[in-house]
């Protein structure tokens, strides 16, 4: 299902890919108790930073790890801006199907760089690795996407699934119908195994919240 490029650690030492496979999903379960664990997630993500603004935020080792990466490429890591328009702006998660409102939660919860697909739009195997600059793909807002060298990136044997700085492709992209999902989650150097073990693992548990019928999960990290 998966082949792993060693160029990826060669380049970015001490780097984690993570993944959760999720089957068996639900698609017309209730939302309602989700709905509820949503908005008490949100409080406690706005609780845990109250009184921070941008420059102590960008402080907390997550996004100054994620921060080191991006500065690589001039950009900022988005999920920083996410976090302050639920903190400092007292936002919510935009309205999304379950799966997309499970990654958007996990990753402010965590404040690690995740993607979720559609299991069966995924023509297998997953490679992962290390982009040669100029790699070209449709992008979730439909826009062609050109991959900057150096970039990590995903692809199956249909084309580019996603990638760190321009996310995911719009070609596996879950729906309200979705049944069989995989989280995909970046983590450079810094991050570690065991905050992306339990990121995923939160996930799973926010997934069976939502859909609690008879789901076949599965975690895979590398390297």
């Known amino acids: ?7 990826l650690t060669a380049l970015y030492p001490g780097s984690v890919i993570g993944f959760l496979s999720i089957r068996g999903i639900d698609p017309d379960a209730s939302t309602q ?8 997630l949100e409080e406690e993500i706005r609780e845990q930073y109250s009184g921070m ?20 490429f001039k950009k900022t890591y988005h999920l920083l801006l996410q976090l ?11 309205p999304a199907p379950p799966l997309v409102r499970v990654m958007f939660l996990g990753e402010m919860k965590n404040l690690l760089l995740t993607a979720v697909h559609d299991l069966d739009r995924i023509c297998p195997p997953v490679n992962i690795g290390i982009s040669n600059g100029g790699e070209r793909y449709t992008g979730l807002n439909g826009k062609d996407q050109v991959l900057k060298k150096d970039d990590m990136f995903m692809s199956d044997t249909s084309g580019i699934i996603s990638s ?7 070609r596996t992209a879950v729906n309200g119908r979705t049944k069989n999902a995989l989280f995909s989650v ?26 609690p019928s008879d789901i076949q999960s599965e975690i895979i990290i590398f390297p």
């Open 164 to 170: 760190i700085i321009y996310g995911p492709d719009i």
């Open 84 to 94: 302050e328009s639920i903190v400092l702006k007292g936002r919510s998660i935009p």
């Open 1 to 7: 299902m998966f082949r792993y490029s060693r160029d």
């Open 33 to 40: 108790g989700f709905d509820a664990f949503q908005a008490s």
């Open 186 to 211: 970046y983590a450079p150097p810094g991050i570690g195994g065991k905050r992306v073990e339990d990121h995923l693992k939160d996930m799973d548990k926010m997934i069976r919240i939502w859909s």
């Open 53 to 72: 603004k941008r420059e102590d935020l960008k402080k907390i080792p997550q996004l100054e790890f994620y921060g080191a990466y991006y500065r690589r």
